[in-house]
């Protein structure tokens, strides 16, 4: 958005992707003079480089499943919020265990994850084979399967918070990175200057940069992530859940006529090509039918990462500066739940 800022605003929203956008709406909605800052635009970081999944299922995590959940039902009603309908196609998620202990695990944590809300189960490798037939049933000892997983576009996302947070006054700023925030918050931009009377950041990767700015600490660092497509498998397939492999965390899921997948990145001092052998033997175990397929850069990004890949959302003890970030690649499974956290922190005050 073009123009000049306005010289205050009651807060001061950092980052334009999912969860800055939702954050902006929530809190213009509660009727907060709200400004979003964004360095690029809407919706140019990481949420745009995402395999455009939002689940509620997240292995030994199930206080991340409690926000996802949360965050699903606002998806399912979004229209009747922001009038953008989101495409939401249910696709579901399993997770294969290739070892004993990761059964143990899931099962010490079953009832945590639903007394969260989460809709998961154990099924046996024939059952895993049958919903996604690419799985090898022999290299698998069980999965688990959650049916609450959807696919969506995360710029989908992205504009309608925008709009809705339009329509209910916020002004949001695009192409205005901040390159300063004093100690009384105020936000310094190449555009000019805005006095904050709260700040709220959620710049994604480049939220421990803002932090830093105004002399905040979050323990967060950058991580890659890559996606691939495969070539046009040999055979056509139907609609395939999300399927993660629970040691390697090798995920796929189907992309149009190809595959989509990730495994991270390659790690320190390991090369593309050491990466992508690892991934090719994975994939010739767990899915015989894409054994020695092409794979090729889909995109990458980064995403802002937390020791424990649990999401921070706060506020400062001592000034007026609160914070969503570290959501480790899951921001769209937590979007609605963050913005409402923000927004429930700032006007208690």
């Given at each position: 958005m073009p123009g000049t800022l306005p010289v205050r605003a009651d807060a001061v929203v950092i980052g334009g992707g999912v969860i800055g956008t939702s954050a902006a709406y929530h809190l213009a909605e509660a009727g907060v003079n709200t400004v979003l800052l964004e360095r690029g635009g809407l919706g140019g970081g990481a949420s745009a480089h995402t395999a455009g999944m939002v689940r509620t299922y997240f292995p030994g995590a199930p206080a991340t499943g409690q926000l996802a959940v949360r965050s699903l039902h606002a998806y399912q009603d979004f229209a009747r919020h922001t009038g953008a309908p989101l495409g939401l196609k249910r696709l579901g998620f399993m997770a294969l265990f290739t070892e004993e202990r990761q059964i143990a695990d899931f099962e010490a944590g079953h009832q945590a994850q639903r007394a969260a809300g989460v809709?998961?189960?154990?099924?046996?490798?024939?059952?895993?084979?049958?919903?996604?037939?690419?799985?090898n049933e022999r290299a698998v000892l069980a999965a688990a399967w959650s049916?609450?997983?959807?696919?969506?576009?995360?710029?989908?996302?992205?504009?309608?918070?925008?709009a809705a947070a339009r329509n209910h006054g916020a002004r949001l700023f695009t192409h205005t990175p901040v390159t300063g925030i004093d100690d009384d918050n105020t936000v310094h931009t190449p555009q000019g200057?805005?006095?904050?009377?709260?700040?709220v950041c959620t710049a994604g990767?480049?939220?421990?940069?803002?932090?830093?700015?105004?002399?905040?600490?979050?323990?967060?660092?950058?991580?890659?992530?890559?996606?691939?497509?495969?070539?046009?498998?040999?055979?056509?397939?139907?609609?395939?859940?999300?399927?993660?492999?629970?040691?390697s965390g090798l995920r796929i899921r189907s992309w149009r006529d190809r595959i989509l997948l990730a495994m991270g990145a390659p790690k320190a001092g390991e090369t593309r090509?050491?990466?992508?052998?690892?991934?090719?033997g994975h994939l010739g175990t767990l899915f015989p039918a894409l054994d020695g397929i092409g794979l090729h850069r889909a995109w990458s990004?980064?995403?802002?990462?937390?020791?424990d890949n649990t999401a921070f959302?706060?506020?400062?003890?001592?000034r007026r500066f609160?914070?969503?970030?570290?959501?480790?690649?899951?921001?769209?499974?937590?979007?609605?739940?963050?913005?409402?956290?923000?927004?429930?922190?700032?006007?208690v005050k």
């Open positions: 809709e998961v189960g154990l099924i046996s490798a024939r059952e895993a084979a049958e919903r996604n037939p690419l799985v049916p609450e997983a959807y696919h969506v576009d995360g710029l989908d996302i992205v504009r309608g918070y925008a200057s805005i006095k904050a009377d709260s700040i990767p480049w939220s421990g940069e803002v932090a830093a700015m105004a002399s905040v600490e979050l323990p967060l660092a950058p991580r890659v992530m890559e996606m691939l497509f495969t070539d046009v498998p040999p055979s056509p397939h139907r609609e395939l859940p999300m399927t993660m492999h629970a040691a090509e050491a990466w992508l052998g690892r991934i090719a990004g980064d995403f802002d990462a937390s020791p959302i706060g506020e400062h003890p001592t609160l914070y969503a970030a570290g959501f480790t690649g899951a921001g769209l499974c937590q979007a609605p739940a963050a913005g409402e956290r923000l927004r429930d922190l700032l006007i």
